[in-house]
């Protein structure tokens, strides 16, 4: 009785756990940052050019700063496939006649004749396909500025559904110059994470599954 009631215990803990749990991720760095903060401005000289508040009249809103926004369009498909075989075979046998003997008639000494045969095969097959589709967008914030000018992104998308989260995530790195109208395709990001994940009933029935199968294996039923 005892045995049950502490599985049962186990049971309760692993599913308040498994309620609060955030899913992993493969993110590196943090979903967001601030912006830097801005130097102090230089006294004013009294002239109309003043450096500290200079922008050009005809830049545009690119990122390219920590801290700036920009989308990125997910649209991520690839697919591979490998299968391979291999087969042998081997086959032999043995066939020894009786000899004649002191003249014995050969038809007496037959019965110590003896052959003997033997085959062998063997076949293996085997083949792996995986195919995968992630389409949409997610806006990320710049956390980083490398010295080439490269911007390092990163960000998190969260949708709640009934009683379930869908976490969204990416980082990369990404070249301003592929930014078209602050939108940047995700083929076009050097060390892209993609990742969606989630904390729904289904990930929850799948573990319950997991568990039912391990107790089943070692309860006396």
Do not use: W
């Not at 299968?83 to 006649?97: I, L, P, Q």
């Not at 911007?151 to 995530?169: I, N, P, T």
């Not at 083929?187 to 990930?203: K, L």
């Not at 929850?204 to 294996?217: D, G, H, I, W």
């Amino acid at each position: 009785m005892r045995f049950f009631s502490v599985i049962v215990m186990c049971l309760l803990t692993m599913g308040m756990v498994a309620c609060s749990t955030v899913p992993d991720s493969i993110i590196q760095h943090p979903s967001s940052t601030r912006p830097q903060a801005a130097a102090p401005a230089a006294p004013s000289n009294g002239a109309i050019f003043q450096a500290s508040a200079y922008r050009p009249m005809f830049e545009d809103r690119r990122a390219r700063m920590v801290g700036d926004m920009l989308t990125i369009a997910i649209n991520e498909k690839t697919s591979a496939g490998k299968s391979a075989g291999n087969s042998t075979s081997k086959t032999g046998s043995v066939e020894f006649a009786a000899p004649t003997l002191f003249g014995i008639p050969a038809t007496t000494t037959a019965k110590a004749a003896a052959s003997a045969s033997s085959s062998n095969s063997f076949s293996d097959k085997g083949s792996a396909s995986s195919s995968n589709t992630f389409t949409g967008t997610i806006t990320v914030t710049v956390v980083e500025v490398l010295q080439n000018g490269n911007l390092v992104v990163s960000g998190e998308k969260q949708v709640a559904l009934d009683k379930g989260v869908e976490y969204v995530r990416f980082s990369g790195i990404v070249n301003p110059d592929n930014l078209n109208g602050n939108v940047v395709a995700s083929t076009q990001v050097a060390d892209a994470r993609v990742e969606y994940r989630t904390n729904s009933r289904i990930d929850k029935a799948e573990m319950m599954s997991q568990m039912t199968r391990f107790f089943l294996s070692i309860l006396p039923l």
